[in-house]
């Protein structure tokens, strides 16, 4: 597995980042036991990189590839705006992952140099945990064009976590291409940059090989976070990140497993993804959509009409 600096943090991660969402309670909900041999064929593939969050409750997975290998990069986020907050967050994260530190810590999902500036007090409090080595690097995580640009002009930060797929599904202010011309702008300011939803939260599944070959080459992200719920799925994004063929079994195993639709509950009930959907497998009930599963096909098109990302495959 290729190895990159994350911008000037100083910190080498491997250019795939195991996003461990889809291994937690909120997705798959993995044992610790399941979860500990998948994150442990990760690191035998060579990926040394993981992105939590204190949202996806699970810390206790992390501890497991900690205890496997010591120097693995953990990097976690969390909505904090106050000082007590973000304190609070950090501390829960060191308890549970057994550390006593943090590589990244990212404020969750900023929108401008606005909700930057509204989350000084937060930012404030992290750059005193990094000057005590809480924290090696700090930043934030942004599903718009305008947050990385407006990241990238603060120094204070220095890690952007940026939404970046070849067909733009999530970015809520533009378009890929746009998203691209923002992280180039990033990187020459030495921001460490690693994107995620390569694969728009499972919408974008049809066209796999196209996303891969799309997001691989974009040379301005030093790594690339994605969803992994299988050894087979961590065998065959390895073989992606790498170059490497990929054998006929490895790819209809990962084909053929089990997925699902999901609705996350901030789903505002607009109705266009019910509208778009011609399996009529959607409906809005209380407010929310909600699905039909003997119906839906997972061909995924709902998810390119939701504009709040609530959409995913897993």
Not at 48 to 66: R, V
Not at 129 to 140: E, L, N, T
Not at 257 to 269: E, H, R, V
Request: net charge neutral; hydrophobic share 40%.
């Amino acid at each position: 597995m290729k190895m990159n600096a994350l911008g000037n943090t100083g910190i080498m991660v491997s250019r795939m980042c195991f996003g461990s969402l889809t291994i937690g309670p909120l997705q798959k909900n993995k044992t610790l036991t399941e979860s500990r041999e998948i994150i442990a064929a990760a690191l035998d593939l060579g990926v040394n990189f993981f992105d939590t969050a204190d949202l996806y409750n699970n810390y206790d997975h992390l501890h497991q590839a900690i205890e496997l290998r010591r120097d693995v990069i953990i990097s976690t986020k969390s909505y904090d705006y106050t000082a007590v907050g973000v304190e609070k967050r950090l501390h829960r994260a060191l308890k549970e992952l057994g550390r006593d530190y943090v590589d990244i810590y990212l404020l969750h999902e900023q929108e401008s140099r606005k909700t930057i500036e509204g989350h000084w007090e937060a930012i404030e409090a992290l750059i005193k945990m990094k000057d005590a080595g809480k924290i090696r690097a700090i930043g934030i995580s942004t599903h718009r064009i305008e947050g990385v640009r407006d990241a990238a002009t603060f120094s204070e930060l220095d890690v952007i976590h940026p939404l970046i797929n070849r067909t733009g599904i999530g970015i809520e202010d533009g378009t890929n291409l746009e998203m691209e011309v923002a992280i180039h702008e990033a990187k020459l300011a030495g921001k460490g940059l690693y994107g995620m939803k390569p694969l728009g939260g499972g919408n974008l599944l049809s066209q796999k090989q196209a996303c891969f070959d799309y997001v691989l080459g974009l040379k301005d992200l030093d790594a690339i976070a994605i969803g992994v719920q299988s050894i087979d799925e961590v065998s065959y994004n390895v073989k992606q990140f790498n170059g490497e063929p990929i054998s006929e079994a490895l790819a209809l195993a990962v084909l053929t497993a089990p997925k699902a639709l999901q609705i996350s509950d901030w789903c505002i009930g607009c109705g266009e993804c019910v509208r778009h959907c011609k399996q009529k497998a959607l409906s809005i009930k209380n407010g929310k959509a909600v699905l039909n599963k003997d119906k839906c096909v997972l061909c995924c098109y709902c998810g390119a009409y939701c504009k709040d990302f609530c959409i995913k495959v897993i």
